[in-house]
């Protein structure tokens, strides 16, 4: 044998004795009446025989046995060790704790008690430790079957002979949900009030007592609470919970209430509207008071709300074209036919809108928006434009559109303001008129284009003309411009040497006029000169001559002056003679004075 066995061996043989040696000892324990129930169980006791007094048997219809009797003991052996527990007369079961997790609910449903009440469909809750104590179920008149009460979650010591447990989750609901809740349990609904759900009920804390809820006589079937998010421990053999989403009001929209539940309220809308009845909130009927957006934990099954636009609401005549709100999607175009028998077809928008105070009064006049559309909507604008296209031709019809949008405008916005709804604007779009009579408009207007057309090439071939011509010219407009220039420069040219000329003429008169008077003045200064020479020789003449012959004194003069001209005083030849002696010397100085002065002498 392999030697590294031996000690594994050597072990197991140990085990397996010390076992063996357990079950023995539980074995002798049991023979003398002494039984150890473990820490995580309890132990489900029954009698086999009872030899002495008067409860031997179990009562008619009973199995667990409160008394004493032969049977399924009410009451469990705790963890720990018991006596006088004879294998003969006592067989004993273990039975571990009932563990419910977090999160989760133990339904309870009895095998053993007093009959369920008529009418009633769970065992009302009794105080017996959670189930836990058999005994005071049985005694203070626990009922057999499926329980009221629930076991929370945690660990329990409960008589499963008695008790059946079964889990379930908790009911959870998420955010923005609801929960509408429908009960098994309670007091039937009074079928003569009209009432389709069980009023608010205080005090059964979110349907989790269900006790407390039964004995405030809450209502069997529907309930008008909610539950708000969140976990509920409730019995689901007494509460069966929806969940559905929060009823959500958007931006630009307001939800009407419609309540079906409620006391019965007086009409809050006077004597004037006699188109249905609205009441204060919490009561029955449409409220006056509108939800604003937002969300909002109403009862679907209890409550209506009807959405109305508060901002401008556009609705199309038109085949195949819808807006997002779907209010017209089974409008289509306006079928009409004029005066002069022709049928076509027109589009057609209108916009309304409707004030918040009076969306109330709308819903409770029609009952949704949808209605509002089939019910005045389509008849009214429908009519007007089969009225007014009978009373022109389908070309007048054309030609005046402006003016029947404009009348339509009018007429629709006094109609509608009766149903308290505004008319913003009506706007015709497309007009498809006889195919016969658009093929004649269509030539028509082709004739008249092509018409404009011609005009046009016309009109494009004189601007060509004209863009020719101006081409022409600002080809030559250089040269012209050059020769301008030429001219320009020439003129100037011309006056300048004008100017110059004048200027010269000017300059040379100036000067002469200046010499002139330069002359005259050197003359004048000269002439006063010579006087004043000539006065003062005279004067010396004069006086010479007083002191001289007269006659010889002009002689001397005379030879001094020509001695001084360096003129010949003895001539080559002497001309002429006088009487006698040949002349005087004065004769002889004129004649050469004469014949100097000859010309070519």
Not at 454 to 465: G, M, S
Request: some cysteine.
């Amino acid at each position: 044998m392999n030697r590294d066995l031996v000690p594994l061996i050597g072990w197991g043989t140990v085990a397996l004795a010390v076992l063996i040696a357990l079950i023995a000892y539980k074995k002798v324990l049991r023979l003398f009446g002494l039984f150890i129930v473990p820490e995580d169980s309890v132990a489900i006791v029954t009698k086999k025989f009872v030899l002495f007094g008067s409860h031997r048997t179990l009562p008619d219809g009973r199995i667990i046995a409160l008394r004493g009797e032969a049977g399924i003991q009410a009451d469990t052996l705790a963890p720990g060790l018991h006596w006088w527990l004879w294998p003969w007369q006592y067989s004993i079961a273990l039975q571990r704790f009932v563990v419910l997790p977090e999160g989760t609910i133990g339904i309870v449903e009895a095998k053993d008690g007093a009959p369920i009440a008529v009418g009633r469909v769970l065992g009302k809750r009794v105080a017996c430790d959670s189930f836990q104590n058999a005994r005071a179920f049985l005694a203070t008149g626990g009922e057999r079957g499926p329980q009221l009460a629930v076991i929370p979650p945690g660990s329990y010591r409960i008589n499963t002979a008695l008790f059946s447990i079964r889990s379930c989750p908790a009911i959870e609901i998420p955010a923005d949900k609801i929960g509408i809740v429908e009960t098994m349990e309670g007091v039937p609904l009074s079928t003569g009030s009209g009432d389709i759900a069980g009023p608010v009920i205080e005090g059964h804390n979110s349907f989790q007592d269900a006790q407390a809820f039964v004995d405030h006589r809450g209502r069997k079937g529907l309930q008008e609470e909610v539950l708000l998010p969140g976990r509920y421990f409730i019995n689901p053999k007494f509460a069966q919970v929806e969940v559905v989403d929060m009823t959500v009001v958007p931006i630009a929209q307001v939800g009407v209430v419609i309540s079906y539940v409620g006391s019965l309220g007086e009409d809050v809308t006077g004597a004037a509207f006699k188109h249905g009845n609205m009441v204060v909130k919490g009561q029955r009927g449409v409220w006056v008071d509108p939800l604003d957006p937002g969300k909002y934990p109403i009862n679907h099954r209890t409550t209506k709300i009807e959405l109305v636009p508060t901002a401008n609401v556009v609705l199309n005549w038109a085949t195949g074209k819808t807006e997002a709100h779907k209010l017209d999607e089974r409008l289509s175009s306006i079928t009409v036919r004029s005066q002069d028998g022709f049928t076509f077809n027109l589009d057609v928008s209108q916009i309304i809108h409707i004030p918040r105070n009076a969306a109330p009064k709308v819903i409770a006049r029609f009952g949704s928006m949808a209605n509002l559309v089939t019910q005045v909507l389509e008849p009214t604008i429908g009519n007007y434009f089969r009225n007014a296209a009978q009373k022109s031709d389908v070309i007048d019809f054309l030609k005046e559109r402006v003016n029947r949008q404009s009348e339509a405008r009018a007429a629709i916005t006094a109609a509608l303001s009766e149903y308290d709804v505004g008319a913003v604007d009506t706007l015709i779009g497309d007009i498809v008129p006889p195919e016969a009579l658009m093929k004649t408009l269509t030539d028509r207007k082709l004739a008249e284009q092509e018409r404009v057309t011609y005009d046009t090439q016309r009109a494009a071939q004189e601007v060509r003309k004209q863009l020719a011509q101006a081409q022409a010219q600002a080809d030559t407009q250089p040269q012209v411009v050059n020769a301008e220039r030429q001219v320009e420069i020439a003129t100037f040219d011309a006056q300048t040497k004008i100017r110059r000329a004048e200027g010269d003429a000017r300059s040379k008169q100036i000067n002469a006029e200046v010499d002139a008077r330069v002359l005259l003045l050197v003359g004048e200064a000269e002439g006063k000169k010579v006087t004043a020479v000539g006065n003062a020789e005279a004067e010396v003449l004069k006086r010479k001559g007083e002191a001289i012959n007269p006659g010889n004194y002009a002689t001397i003069e005379v030879a001094r002056a020509l001695a001084g001209s360096g003129m010949k005083l003895v001539p080559d030849v002497v001309a002429g003679g006088g009487a006698g002696n040949g002349g005087t010397l004065v004769d002889v100085l004129l004649a050469q004075l004469i014949t100097a002065k000859k010309p070519g002498a």
